[in-house]
């Protein structure tokens, strides 16, 4: 296998992981530099990896314990914590956030002691980015993450979770049942800003990533840099779980700071620390090159008129960047990336003839097979291209098979069992011979669905959690009800419902033949009133509609018109 291939196709670069998991032999050595460790980057200096799927540092300041992140839920704050604490007794003096994904473990803090008035420093992002997570896109996010992070694979086997690229888990099994603790900011930051904190001078340098509210730290008394732009892999252009376009090039301006520093340290929100002035300039200008390197590459492809999948045959990264796991294929695809960037750029349509008017999905590979000689030759091909290590047709073929068919919700998913176990089968396949997590997990989850074993049902139904609906305005959850409208139900129908709490929000809701139209419900003809709380119970699926306005915690001037506003929409709570 070439550093820069998706996969190999040599059943000598699989391995046997201590869990009897199937992986390639380089994924599962990379699982050595996430294992769990505190690690003393230099004196009154902590980070500890592998507690989570991010870090978490401390900074032992003249006016007590500077805590950088917090994990994802209070338990895991408190076993880094924990850790620490056999080092030193120091109080804590102040948190920083380096972005918004793993400041969800803060309140562990206080629980241990830290002062009601405690600094919490972070960009000013944090709290909108937060927000808006779980709301249009819920259904689409939760099935997500359980394909890139491996959720639900087994404990044990050939399929069980080896690692996740930057961290051993998205959460770790032994923190459950993960309480929510996130604390939001009290010192916000938008601009390069130098500041002294728990008696230490720091400066904090905005520098988006894979977030647009990322922090660099810089710790210039003690050469210490810590940030969320140097990863313990290929940084992650595109993630497969779905993400807004992350544009490579808003990297390069935060990687050359850090370059600029000169510090003697380097300590990221993933993976072990750096330490030594040269080895980290040269291991972060080779990170950044690489990054430059798609992007300048990609669109030199793209000037020259390459579609996407000639693109991601041109665009490969040159062989030096194998020397480095911060650049080598550990999270996601170089080919992945490509795509990516592409349609960031330039959008879906790449010059294919074929893509720009397509035959209906199901229909084409119909007609595929039946020109292939009907669905037991190309199960026939599909089989001996698995056998002769051809994944890509095999893939191919064997996809068909699956995508002619529907399945009972009319999605393009059906198929024999025979059919089925084929394309998991080959899926398997390329997911213990893949370096990247991502693809790894992303493979065996669907294998495991196609053959049965997990059912992923509830993540296609749209979904609002409890704590999004808590987080955010009433607007928000209710103008989001907008993507959840079935048009030929709502067909012909006008009517605009106000929403009012009790402690004096308002918002409103037109239906519009159709459409879903946010008001602000001050000219709607109908009206629903309630407790906060009742709307969270409501939203999330935790009580009926009909219940709630029997019981009197809806109320309403006209029940009967107020259900006919909600039957259209696709939420099973709002519809009884």
Do not use: K
């Not at 959460?171 to 601009?191: K, L, Q, S, W, Y």
């Not at 109908?526 to 029997?550: F, K, N, V, Y």
């Amino acid at each position: 296998m070439a550093f820069h291939d998706s996969f190999t196709s040599d059943d000598g670069d699989i391995a046997t992981g201590p869990l009897g998991q199937r992986v390639h032999r380089d994924a599962l050595d990379h699982s050595t530099r996430l294992e769990p460790r505190l690690w003393e980057v230099r004196a009154g200096v902590w980070c500890f990896v592998g507690n989570g799927l991010s870090n978490q540092t401390f900074i032992e300041a003249p006016d007590g314990l500077i805590v950088i992140d917090t994990g994802e839920c209070n338990q895991e704050m408190e076993t880094a914590l924990a850790a620490v604490r056999e080092h030193t007794d120091a109080p804590i003096g102040a948190v920083i956030y380096t972005h918004f994904h793993y400041v969800g473990g803060t309140q562990a803090l206080f629980d241990a002691g830290a002062p009601d008035d405690l600094e919490i420093w972070g960009h000013r992002r944090i709290v909108a980015n937060r927000a808006r997570y779980g709301l249009e896109l819920s259904a689409a996010a939760g099935r997500g993450i359980v394909h890139q992070f491996g959720i639900g694979l087994p404990d044990d086997g050939e399929d069980a979770l080896v690692n996740v690229g930057l961290g051993r888990f998205f959460r770790n099994p032994a923190h459950a049942p993960f309480t929510e603790g996130f604390v939001a900011p009290n010192e916000m930051i938008a601009d390069v800003t130098r500041a002294q904190i728990a008696g230490l001078t720091v400066e904090l340098t905005p520098a988006p990533s894979d977030a647009d509210d990322n922090v660099t730290i810089w710790f210039p008394d003690l050469g210490v840099c810590v940030n969320n732009l140097v990863w313990p892999a290929l940084f992650n252009v595109f993630a497969i779980r779905g993400e807004e376009y992350r544009d490579p090039r808003v990297l390069l301006t935060g990687l050359d700071h850090v370059v600029s520093l000169g510090a003697e340290h380097l300590v990221g929100a993933h993976g072990p620390p750096l330490s030594g002035a040269e080895r980290i300039s040269t291991e972060v200008t080779a990170y950044r090159d690489s990054i430059q390197f798609l992007w300048d590459q990609t669109v030199r492809g793209i000037n020259r008129g390459l579609t996407m999948d000639e693109l991601t045959e041109f665009v490969r990264l040159p062989e030096r960047f194998a020397d480095s796991y911060l650049t080598r294929q550990f999270y996601g695809l170089v080919e992945h990336h490509v795509r990516q960037i592409h349609t960031g750029l330039r959008g879906w349509f790449d010059g294919d003839e074929a893509s720009l008017l397509p035959v209906p999905h199901i229909e084409r590979h119909r007609r595929l097979i039946e020109g292939f000689g009907g669905r037991e030759v190309v199960l026939a091909q599909s089989r001996a291209a698995l056998d002769q290590g051809n994944l890509r047709w095999a893939l191919e073929l064997a996809t068909w098979l699956v995508r002619s068919e529907a399945d009972a919700q009319g999605r393009a998913d059906g198929g024999s069992e025979l059919e089925r176990r084929q394309l998991a089968a080959v899926l398997r396949a390329i997911g213990q011979r893949t370096t990247a997590a991502n693809i790894r997990n992303w493979c065996l989850v669907r294998a495991r669905e196609l053959e049965g074993a997990l059912d992923l049902g509830r993540h296609r139904r749209h979904r609002f959690s409890a704590g999004a609906i808590g987080a955010n305005p009433l607007s928000s959850t209710v103008h989001a009800l907008r993507v959840l409208l079935d048009p030929t139900l709502a067909a012909g129908m006008h009517a605009e419902l106000r929403f009012e709490l009790t402690d004096g929000q308002q918002v409103g809701l037109r239906l519009r033949d159709g459409v879903a139209v946010p008001t602000d419900g001050t000219t709607a003809e109908l009206s629903i009133t309630m407790e906060p709380a009742t709307w969270i119970q409501l939203a999330s699926g935790r009580r009926d509609l009909s219940d709630a306005i029997e019981s009197g915690a809806v109320t309403t001037d006209d029940p009967d018109a107020v259900r006919a506003f909600f039957r259209p929409f696709d939420h099973e709570s709002l519809t009884h």
